[in-house]
T-cell receptor, first 118, second 111 residues
C-alpha cells in the first residue's frame, strides 16, 4: 500500500529556534500534501494544503510566516516551525494523496511528529 | 460548508461486544466517505472507505454503508477486541480538497 513517511517522529527544541518536519511519499507521487495539527484528545485541524511547485494554501488563522511549507518535489513536503514557542507544542501530521488514483480518493498519513518546545 | 458529525465518546465496551459509532455528514455533491483509526502516538490509518451511495466498506471485521438518504456512514463491528481500542475518525472528501474530519470517537475495550 501507499506509504507516507514523516520525520522526525518526535523533537524537543528550545524556545526561539526553528524546527523542520519532513513528509515523504515513499511509493507514489503526490501533487498535493496536507498538514494538520492535532491537540490532545481533539480532532485534526487542517493547517495548509501544499502543492508541488507552488505556494501553499493556508487555512484561516494559520500564520504563514510562522509555519513555512515547501513542496519542492512530488515526493517531499516540509513544514518548518519558525521561532517556536511553547504554544506551538503539538502533534503535527502530514498526509498525501496519490496523484495517479484521482482526487476523490483516500489520503495516506504519516506517523506524526510530536513537537515539544521548552 | 461541508462537515462531519460523529458521536462523542468515550465508548467503553467489553470484549466481544457489538460496536456502533454513528457518523453523519453534510455536503454538497457526492463526497467519498472514510473511517480512519488512530492508535496512541501514531498517525491515522485508513480503516475503510466508500465512494458512492449504497457502497459498503469493510476491513478487519469493521463495516460501514454509505447511506445517502440519511447522510450517514455508521461504523459497526460485530465483536470487538481489546486491540480495537483506539480513536476512530469519520471523514469525507470532495474532489481535490483536504479530508474533513469528525471530532473522533475514543473506543476502549476491556477484557
Amino acid at each position: 500500500g501507499a506509504v507516507v513517511s514523516q520525520h522526525p517522529s518526535w523533537v524537543i527544541c528550545k524556545s526561539g529556534t526553528s524546527v523542520k518536519i519532513e513528509c515523504r511519499s515513499l511509493d507514489f507521487q503526490a501533487t498535493t500534501m496536507f498538514w494538520y495539527r492535532q491537540f490532545p484528545k481533539q480532532s485534526l485541524m487542517l493547517m495548509a494544503t501544499s502543492n508541488e511547485g507552488s505556494k501553499a494554501t493556508y487555512e484561516q488563522g494559520v500564520e504563514k510566516d510562522k509555519f513555512l511549507i515547501n513542496h519542492a518535489s512530488l515526493t517531499l513536503s516540509t513544514l518548518t516551525v519558525t521561532s517556536a514557542h511553547p504554544e506551538d507544542s503539538s502533534f503535527y501530521i502530514c498526509s498525501a494523496r496519490d496523484r495517479d488514483r484521482g482526487t476523490n480518493t483516500e489520503a495516506f498519513f504519516g506517523q506524526g511528529t510530536r513537537l515539544t518546545v521548552v | 460548508g461541508d462537515s462531519v458529525t460523529q458521536m462523542e465518546g468515550p465508548v467503553t465496551l467489553s470484549e466481544e461486544a457489538f460496536l456502533t459509532i454513528n457518523c453523519t455528514y453534510t455536503a454538497t455533491g457526492y463526497p467519498s466517505l472514510f473511517w480512519y483509526v488512530q492508535y496512541p502516538g501514531e498517525g491515522l490509518q485508513l480503516l475503510l472507505k466508500a465512494t458512492k451511495a449504497d457502497d459498503k466498506g469493510s476491513n478487519k471485521g469493521f463495516e460501514a454503508t454509505y447511506r445517502k438518504e440519511t447522510t450517514s456512514f455508521h461504523l459497526e463491528k460485530g465483536s470487538v477486541q481489546v486491540s480495537d481500542s483506539a480513536v476512530y475518525f469519520c471523514a469525507l472528501n470532495q474532489a481535490g480538497t483536504a479530508l474533513i474530519f469528525g471530532k473522533g470517537t475514543t473506543l476502549s475495550v476491556s477484557s
